[in-house]
């Protein structure tokens, strides 16, 4: 018979996701960011207590308010929607209707199951319904969707799923290859394994166009 904790643990151990969409309550967003800093320095503060560190000790004593502002305001800024940068779209008036890649973004993330990092590249590419939409905006969409504790298919899925809706096309694909500190640094600790995860719409489903995307972003991985 398998406990609660250990069949959690299972899922957190093999990175399984639970759902497309991030797990946040309803009430996430209905205490300031400064509550929430005072609020998790004093819960750091106890763990490095428990610990039996010395926060007396210069190095540290800002530790906790340090860590605070960094889950609040950093990496896990994305969490609050009203941070979702703003996509302005334009029409396609130079009638540009081949793919457009923008290859190896840079993605810093949380793994959700262990609060471990998760860095690499992310690739993305749509074809033009009609509607185009700055290059820096597919940067500040994935670095969005990236700063939250994740699963590295719901961050691609979540990727895909949003730019689809700022162009109003389902022609949009991202291909995600990174490494997880949680299984390069504990557990099975294998430094050279990457995870590469992939999400493709509309006409990337087509095994033309799909190929004609991995050939740009020099991928060798088949989907």
Do not use: W
Not at 101 to 130: D, M
Not at 147 to 175: H, Y
């Amino acid at each position: 018979m398998i406990h609660n904790d250990d069949l959690h643990d299972e899922i957190g151990d093999n990175h399984i996701a639970s759902s497309a969409e991030t797990p946040l309550r309803p009430d996430a967003f209905d205490i300031s960011d400064e509550e929430k800093i005072n609020a998790i320095k004093k819960d750091v503060e106890s763990i490095l207590n428990t610990l039996g560190l010395d926060l007396t000790d210069d190095s540290l004593k800002g530790t906790p308010n340090r860590v605070a502002k960094m889950f609040v305001k950093e990496i896990f800024g994305g969490l609050n929607p009203a941070k979702k940068p703003g996509s302005s779209t334009f029409d396609n008036k130079y009638k540009y209707n081949e793919m457009l890649v923008e290859k190896n973004i840079t993605v810093y993330s949380t793994c959700e199951h262990h609060l471990l990092p998760i860095v690499g590249r992310a690739h993305v590419a749509y074809i033009s319904n009609g509607t185009v939409v700055g290059l820096s905006k597919m940067n500040r969409i994935v670095d969005f969707f990236a700063k939250r504790p994740q699963v590295q298919e719901r961050l691609t899925i979540q990727i895909v799923q949003e730019l689809q809706r700022v162009l109003k096309t389902d022609n949009v694909a991202c291909v995600i290859d990174a490494k997880h500190l949680c299984v390069n640094s504990r557990g099975i600790r294998d430094i050279e394994s990457s995870t590469v995860t992939a999400e493709f719409g509309g006409l990337f489903k087509e095994d033309k166009v799909r190929r004609e995307f991995l050939d740009y972003i020099k991928l060798d991985t088949q989907f």
